[in-house]
């Protein structure tokens, strides 16, 4: 019976990337070296994703719709801390795929030991300011009675753990540059399970309310850390796993040369993140003028497009991957090829995730919240969240491929235009207009839509590759300007 479901499975699958080849979205043998990259960071993305939305129905549960507001305002502060170590990584992943395809190992190894130094430059002191200043912090943006008390319990609890996430990020990302997303995503989809588990014990069993889930969290950030730390000094998991490009003490810690070319490119991927995660703060300033029901449903329905963003966890860092390899081994046109076919996936894949979460809003709503109006107002958000997560995707892709090429400062300007030129002043327009709640609406569609075709066209001017020769190893060639 096993072997007649895989033999189904497998004609199944052959139908489907005959069909793709077909019609010209991605050839055959790209998406095998696609999917094989992509795959196992879906599935990270969709635990870690999976784990932050676990936390947040659990609290909304048990606490209800103020305490997920709390929960809202802190993660805010939060992911924007996060959005750093993202940025960071993206260069690094840049870094360690152009020298790992041009055969440059060591030098690959000395991108990873300036990602790490850089990581605890920044972590440390952020850290601290999220601990000493997170009452404030948190009434800043519109906290105020238990969603005040609720997020600063979160956000003192949960800081911590930003020292072990930089890491995990750099780890994450230097197993993603060599070619293997296998072991990252076992080692962190592993610590969203025991997430859960220590959320859903420290609530449910302990009684602990959201200092319970803000200790699971950082709890298992930590084991992931461990975790990740033992393959990431050459050590193997059972006989694989470990990492070609180990961290030893041994050896130089400090090339100038290096940190600087990961500044070069990690500067534009931190700002932008930075404002990705910065427009947050208006937009629930300007959900709380309508009330703690509307923070909350706006909160799910970023959380929901979180996770169908999952998928672009794996198409992006695979664009990376697969063009920034081809870069480095002075392969332009293979490179180019590559990237446009990952971007046609992704179109497929978000359209589909996108219409079933549409259709199943009500019923997502209803995880999170019982009242008929809660539930009526997040079912709205699920579904503009859920609209407005295609071009996240298709964005994410883009992006993915100009970041392998160490074209980085574009995505950030087209990031800039979309949330601080687009977004921002849409959703104002629901504090002086009659649109009111509808215009935060607009807000989630425009600020993922801009972005998208900016670096659509972006990418389509291969103006990328002409950047990445600035960061090849020496003696990798390249077949012509394209400029």
């Known amino acids: 019976m096993r072997s007649l479901l895989g033999e189904a499975f497998a004609r199944v699958g052959s139908a489907l990337a ?7 979205v991605i050839g055959r043998s790209r998406l095998r070296e696609t999917l094989d990259l992509a795959w196992p960071r879906v599935v990270t993305g969709f635990a870690i994703m999976s784990k932050n939305t676990a936390d947040l129905a659990i609290i909304g549960f048990v606490l209800g719709a103020p305490a997920v507001a709390g929960l809202a305002f802190a993660f805010a502060y939060w992911q924007l801390a996060k959005f750093l170590s993202i940025g960071l990584a993206g260069g690094t992943v840049a870094l360690v795929s152009q020298n790992y395809g041009g055969d440059e190992v060591a030098r690959a190894g000395r991108v990873v030991k300036a990602s790490l130094l ?3 430059a920044i972590a440390v002191p952020v850290v601290a300011v999220l601990v000493g200043f997170a009452e404030p912090l948190v009434g800043l943006v519109g906290g105020e009675g238990d969603a005040l008390r609720f997020g600063t319990i979160y956000l003192v609890v949960t800081a911590p753990a930003l020292l072990f996430e930089f890491f995990n990020m750099i780890a994450s990302r230097t197993y993603a540059g060599v070619g293997d997303t296998f072991t990252p995503m ?8 025991l997430n859960v588990a220590l959320t859903a014990g420290f609530v449910l069993g302990a009684g602990l309310g959201v200092f319970g889930a803000a200790l699971g969290t950082t709890l298992s950030i930590a084991a992931v850390a461990v975790a990740l730390s ?3 000094s050459g050590r193997t998991y059972l006989g694989r796993g470990a990492s070609p490009v180990p961290v030893t003490l041994a050896g130089p810690w400090v090339d100038r040369e290096l940190i ?3 500044l070069r490119v990690s500067a534009p991927l931190m700002a932008r993140r930075l404002a990705e995660g910065a427009l947050v703060f208006p937009l629930l300033w ?3 003028t309508f009330g703690s029901t509307t923070v909350a449903a706006l909160e799910v329905g970023r959380r929901v497009r979180a996770l169908i963003n999952s ?4 198409f992006s860092i695979a664009a990376s991957t697969l063009v920034g390899q081809r870069l480095g081994a002075g392969e332009e046109s293979l490179a180019a090829t590559y990237g446009r076919e990952v971007i046609n996936l992704s179109v497929v894949v978000y359209l589909l995730a996108a219409a079933a979460v549409v259709l199943a809003a009500e019923p997502i709503a209803t995880v999170f919240v019982d009242e008929p109006a809660a539930v009526a107002a997040t079912a709205t958000f699920v579904v503009v969240a859920a609209l407005s997560a295609v071009p996240l995707g298709i964005d994410g892709s883009a992006t993915g491929s100009l970041r392998g090429a160490g074209d980085t400062r574009y995505p950030f300007l087209a990031t800039l235009v979309g949330l601080y030129l687009c977004a921002l002043p849409a959703a104002a327009l629901g504090l002086v207009t009659p649109l009111g709640v509808a215009a935060l609406y607009v807000a989630l569609v425009v600020e ?9 066209h972006r990418f389509r001017s291969n103006r990328w590759q002409v950047v990445s020769r600035r960061y090849r190893p020496s003696g990798a060639g390249d077949e012509g300007s394209t400029e």
């Open 286 to 288: 300007i959900a709380s």
């Open 186 to 193: 076992v080692i962190r989809a592993g610590g969203a399970v």
């Open 118 to 120: 850089v990581a605890a």
């Open 448 to 456: 993922t839509l801009v972005p998208a075709g900016l670096n659509l």
């Open 230 to 232: 033992w393959g990431m």
């Open 260 to 262: 600087g070319q990961l």
């Open 18 to 24: 005959d069909a793709l080849d077909r019609t010209g």
């Open 311 to 314: 998928f672009s966890w794996g």
